[in-house]
């Protein structure tokens, strides 16, 4: 999103970074909603007029000079060398080359410095660049001197309530969200809010955008209502501009739903997720990805409310949807197929008491569709390794890293449900007195399958694995205790209780924040 805002006989742009957000909805326990995030990041650039302005509107990325008030132009060679350290800067960057982008900025700073003076708004918008990779690359102690800096030059050159103050002012916000600094944020927020309602009115889309992230960061300080009557109106600004369809509103109503969810008001979150999935398929219909998503979290809200038979028959659509779209093996249809094999096992346990026969038909449904879950995540991740693709940086390499990772995550879920499975059948069949050969072999492949892909930091280091991990080794041990196995004895078993404690400590931090 690009403000422009002319000074003097010219322009100035300033970029407001947005998220793409790809959105993988995978099983964690009951249910849980994993985000998989590229930012891909925009940059201020200004513009000198207006024929370079819609130039650089249609992509074009002119960087022009700005005029003085006696008309003049500040041209030299260390203007000269400022633009074209920002244009190659900014390619390198989006390139996935993070060490030349960054010697480029630092030096397009320099001559801006020099070029244009020490306090010149080029000097801020060649600081913001910086901070703004800095920011993405989550060096924050590096980011936020560069945003003060670019902060403290727009509020001196141009006055303490001009609205590219306030847009630095949200910029410098999204740095504080990110580390948590919350309170830091809200003054951020709350001071570019207010610029922004004077300059540019209250139902601006900017305003709301505001708006929006200020209630995220009340709702992370605990201020619920606050927060979501906040939200609420960034939402209803956006649908009164005719934006109701677009992505960012989607986003926004998303995140009211996940409020609903985490404050235990499933009827709202549900309310709120069939507009989503209304809107989806009015706009983009069945052969997107997009409403496949909106209507997989519909049938999340609806399995923790126990509403199984609706949400199996979303799952199974979903499924359906995918296999149109997606090779056959694609990790999201594994994903897809754990889903309805989750709803199948609750189905059973409604069903052991009145019907055995039905609940052990149920089972082996659930147990033909992670059969196949666990091929399609073992076949992805043994591409993934063999390819030795797995590897730092930004673009396609960090998706690659995400698909590993939501494999592992699959894998390691469905494995452990199969051995779930497992015990389950063994208790309707009655037949504990039996070497529980099946249970214990989908324990210890899930065990086998972190190990092996262990090795692979950049996919197993990740807190949802762990916590997935750590779930397969306390059930394995569980089910030792009750039954006793073959291969759990001795020193094995004490090696992998000291893991769980490991493990414990390791991912506590994570469940704090989350919490």
Same mark, same amino acid.
């Given at each position: 999103?690009?403000?422009?805002?002319?000074?003097?006989?010219?322009?100035?742009?300033?970029?407001?970074?947005q998220?793409?957000?790809y959105?993988?909805i995978?099983?964690?326990?009951?249910?849980?909603?994993?985000?998989?995030?590229?930012?891909?990041?925009?940059?201020?650039?200004?513009i000198?007029?207006?024929?370079?302005?819609?130039?650089?509107?249609?992509?074009?990325?002119?960087i022009?000079? &700005?005029?003085?008030?006696?008309?003049?132009?500040?041209?030299?060679?260390?203007?000269?060398?400022?633009?074209?350290? =920002?244009?190659?800067?900014?390619d390198?960057?989006?390139?996935?080359?993070?060490?030349?982008?960054?010697?480029?900025?630092?030096?397009?700073?320099?001559?801006?410095?020099?070029?244009?003076?020490?306090?010149?708004?080029h000097?801020?918008s060649?600081?913001?660049?910086?901070?703004?990779?800095?920011?993405? =690359?989550?060096?924050?102690?590096?980011?936020?001197?560069?945003?003060?800096?670019?902060?403290?030059?727009?509020?001196?050159?141009?006055?303490?309530?001009?609205?590219?103050?306030g847009?630095?002012?949200?910029?410098?916000?999204?740095?504080?969200?990110?580390?948590?600094?919350?309170e830091?944020?809200?003054?951020?927020?709350?001071?570019?809010?207010?610029?922004?309602?004077?300059?540019?009115?209250?139902?601006?889309?900017?305003?709301?955008?505001?708006?929006?992230?200020?209630?995220?960061?009340?709702?992370?300080?605990?201020?619920?209502?606050?927060?979501?009557?906040?939200?609420?109106?960034?939402?209803?600004?956006?649908?009164?501009?005719?934006q109701?369809?677009?992505?960012?509103?989607?986003?926004? +109503?998303?995140?009211?739903?996940? +409020?609903?969810?985490?404050s235990?008001?499933?009827?709202?979150?549900?309310?709120?997720?069939?507009?989503?999935?209304?809107?989806?398929?009015?706009?983009?219909?069945?052969?997107?990805?997009?409403?496949?998503?909106?209507?997989?979290?519909?049938?999340?809200?609806?399995?923790?409310?126990?509403?199984?038979?609706?949400?199996?028959?979303?799952?199974?659509?979903?499924?359906?949807?995918?296999?149109?779209?997606?090779?056959?093996?694609?990790?999201?249809?594994?994903?897809?197929?754990l889903?309805?094999?989750?709803?199948?096992?609750?189905?059973?346990?409604?069903?052991?008491?009145?019907?055995i026969?039905?609940?052990?038909?149920?089972?082996?449904?659930?147990?033909?569709?992670l059969?196949?879950?666990?091929?399609?995540?073992? &076949?992805?991740?043994?591409?993934?390794?063999?390819?030795?693709?797995?590897?730092?940086?930004?673009?396609?390499?960090?998706?690659?890293r995400?698909?590993?990772?939501?494999?592992?995550?699959?894998?390691?879920?469905?494995?452990?449900?199969?051995?779930?499975?497992?015990?389950?059948?063994?208790?309707?069949?009655?037949?504990?007195?039996?070497?529980?050969v099946?249970?214990?072999?989908?324990?210890?492949?899930?065990i086998?399958?972190?190990?092996?892909?262990?090795?692979? &930091?950049?996919?197993?280091?990740?807190?949802?694995?762990?916590?997935?991990?750590?779930?397969?080794?306390?059930?394995?041990?569980?089910?030792?205790? =009750?039954?006793?196995?073959q &291969?759990?004895?001795?020193? =094995?078993?004490q090696?992998?209780?000291?893991?769980i404690?490991?493990?414990?400590?390791?991912?506590?931090?994570?469940?704090?924040?989350?919490?």
């Open positions: 999103m690009k403000l422009s805002y002319k000074f003097g006989s010219g322009d100035y742009t300033w970029s407001m970074n998220m793409n957000h959105l993988w995978v099983i964690c326990g009951n249910a849980a909603i994993i985000l998989g995030i590229n930012a891909n990041p925009v940059f201020a650039k200004d000198s007029t207006e024929s370079s302005f819609e130039s650089s509107a249609e992509g074009d990325g002119i022009g000079l &700005r005029k003085v008030e006696d008309g003049s132009v500040i041209s030299n060679i260390h203007t000269s060398k400022w633009r074209i350290f =920002t244009d190659n800067g900014r390198f960057f989006l390139q996935g080359k993070i060490e030349e982008a960054e010697k480029l900025f630092l030096s397009a700073i320099q001559e801006a410095r020099e070029g244009f003076g020490e306090r010149d708004p000097v801020a060649a600081c913001n660049n910086l901070a703004e990779l800095y920011r993405v =690359t989550k060096a924050f102690h590096k980011a936020e001197p560069l945003f003060l800096e670019a902060t403290d030059i727009l509020e001196e050159s141009f006055g303490p309530e001009d609205i590219r103050v847009a630095a002012l949200h910029n410098l916000g999204q740095l504080y969200l990110l580390q948590r600094k919350l830091e944020a809200r003054v951020c927020y709350e001071r570019s809010l207010k610029i922004k309602g004077r300059v540019l009115g209250y139902g601006h889309t900017d305003y709301s955008d505001t708006m929006y992230h200020l209630g995220m960061v009340l709702y992370l300080q605990g201020k619920e209502k606050d927060s979501e009557a906040l939200i609420q109106d960034s939402i209803r600004i956006l649908e009164e501009g005719g109701g369809e677009s992505y960012v509103c989607i986003k926004r +109503i998303r995140y009211l739903a996940q +409020i609903y969810l985490k235990n008001r499933p009827t709202e979150a549900e309310n709120v997720q069939r507009k989503i999935l209304h809107i989806m398929e009015l706009s983009k219909g069945w052969n997107s990805l997009d409403t496949i998503i909106a209507a997989e979290g519909l049938a999340m809200t609806l399995q923790s409310a126990e509403n199984l038979k609706e949400a199996q028959e979303l799952f199974e659509r979903c499924l359906d949807a995918r296999k149109m779209l997606l090779p056959e093996d694609h990790i999201q249809i594994g994903a897809n197929m889903h309805i094999a989750r709803v199948a096992m609750l189905n059973c346990n409604r069903l052991r008491k009145l019907d026969s039905g609940a052990i038909s149920e089972l082996e449904k659930a147990k033909d569709l059969e196949n879950s666990i091929r399609i995540a073992q &076949r992805v991740l043994d591409k993934l390794i063999k390819q030795k693709v797995i590897t730092k940086g930004y673009g396609a390499p960090g998706e690659t995400r698909d590993g990772r939501v494999a592992l995550l699959i894998l390691l879920q469905s494995l452990d449900a199969l051995g779930h499975l497992e015990i389950t059948k063994q208790e309707l069949q009655e037949s504990q007195e039996h070497s529980p099946e249970a214990e072999r989908a324990l210890f492949q899930c086998s399958a972190y190990r092996e892909f262990g090795a692979e &930091r950049l996919i197993s280091d990740f807190p949802e694995v762990k916590g997935q991990y750590l779930s397969c080794l306390k059930r394995l041990i569980s089910y030792s205790s =009750t039954v006793g196995t &291969r759990l004895k001795g020193e =094995t078993l090696e992998l209780e000291d893991e404690k490991h493990l414990e400590v390791e991912i506590s931090p994570y469940r704090k924040q989350k919490n």
